[in-house]
């Protein structure tokens, strides 16, 4: 069955840097795309990124482009989300989502995704 588990959250400052890993298993990862979301307490869920596993193009939220990237490990089922230049406002809980390419429109929409992790958490203290 599809599996999502993130990890790599962790306490940092602000400037600092983390990467989260999203390992997955249970299908094949080309025919799909993967998102990372989060969410901060009292906050909507917002788009952080996502990727199409099969040619590789990627997305990003506003707050977060020239920080983040989003990659995949080479010839592994890991899908990293490098964050450099943390800000306070970044302190939220990281999910990564997965689904089929071929039912997806919108890749930043949190809602076309069906198969989630638990979630990792990530604080910056300014």
């Known amino acids: 069955q599809v599996q999502l588990v993130e990890s790599g959250g962790d306490l940092v400052q602000s400037g600092g840097s983390l990467r989260l890993s999203c390992t997955a298993s249970?299908?094949?990862?080309?025919?799909?795309?993967i998102g990372w979301f989060r969410q901060a307490p009292g906050k909507e869920r917002e788009p952080v990124s996502s990727i199409n596993l099969s040619d590789g193009t990627t997305y990003y939220g506003d707050s977060v482009k020239g920080r983040f990237t989003i990659s995949r490990a080479n010839a592994k089922n890991i899908i990293y989300l490098q964050m450099n230049y943390l800000k306070s406002e970044d302190t939220a809980l990281y999910y990564c989502?997965?689904?089929?390419?071929?039912?997806?429109?919108?890749?930043?929409?949190?809602?076309?995704?069906?198969?989630w992790g638990q979630g990792t958490q990530v604080t910056v203290t300014s």
């Open positions: 249970g299908f094949t990862l080309e025919d799909y795309a």
């Open positions: 989502a997965t689904h089929p390419l071929a039912d997806i429109v919108h890749f930043t929409d949190a809602n076309e995704y069906f198969y």
